[in-house]
């Protein structure tokens, strides 16, 4: 078990911004009070499922402090996002997803 906790955020769903603009308004409206709804749901249990399993791992597992590493966790990861550019997603598409992890 690793401290600071770190983890990999599955799940999406995108919708591109010319194929929304073509629906009518009350389903667009839909679809993003229903993102909105279920992000808040998602966000709140899935904190207490990790939560509830941190518990019960720190109870049998010994904690390794991560933070030493941090900067080759994140290196390697950079790396990684960087090869798959022109593969699997542009770098214009990349940079904007960075920016928004990035913000506050």
Partial sequence: MSSPASGVVVGAFIIKKDRLDVL???AQRYIRD?????EAK???IGR???DD?????AKRLEVV????FRGA???TA?????SLVGRLYSKQLLDRVQAIVEEP
């Fill in 24 to 26: 009518p308004e009350a």
């Fill in 73 to 75: 966790w994140e290196a």
């Fill in 53 to 57: 399993a941190s518990r019960a791992l």
């Fill in 48 to 50: 207490k499922l990790d």
């Fill in 34 to 38: 229903t993102a909105n709804d279920t």
């Fill in 78 to 82: 950079r790396r990684s996002r960087d």
């Fill in 42 to 44: 998602f966000m709140r």
């Fill in 65 to 68: 402090d991560m933070t030493p």
